[in-house]
């Protein structure tokens, strides 16, 4: 299988932004879905002693309101 798909990783990230300056906002949603959910993020953002199901959560959630936001904007709404 070589260095491509998921086998090679060694704990380094992938998931490049494709805008890199998007990563604030990013940030923003990620605390405020966090905040919705009563999950509290670590100062330092390290959250690997947090269970699986607790990260897809606040992650499916992101990816909603990501969604949402696009379809807002698509239908020139620009209302949250």
């Known amino acids: 299988m070589?260095?491509?798909g998921q086998s090679g990783r060694s704990?380094?990230?992938s998931n490049n932004l494709v805008v890199p300056q998007a990563?604030?906002?990013l940030q923003q949603l990620k605390y405020e879905a966090a905040q919705e959910l009563g999950v509290s993020i670590p100062q330092d953002g390290y959250?690997?002693?947090?269970?699986?199901?607790e990260?897809?959560?606040?992650?499916?959630?992101?990816?909603?309101r990501l969604v949402q936001?696009?379809?807002?904007?698509?239908s020139g709404n620009s209302n949250r």
Do not use: V
């Open 2 to 4: 070589g260095q491509s």
């Open 11 to 13: 704990g380094s990230r």
């Open 23 to 25: 990563n604030a906002a």
């Open 47 to 53: 959250m690997g002693n947090y269970t699986s199901r």
């Open 55 to 64: 990260t897809g959560s606040l992650g499916g959630y992101i990816t909603k």
């Open 69 to 74: 936001m696009a379809e807002q904007q698509l």
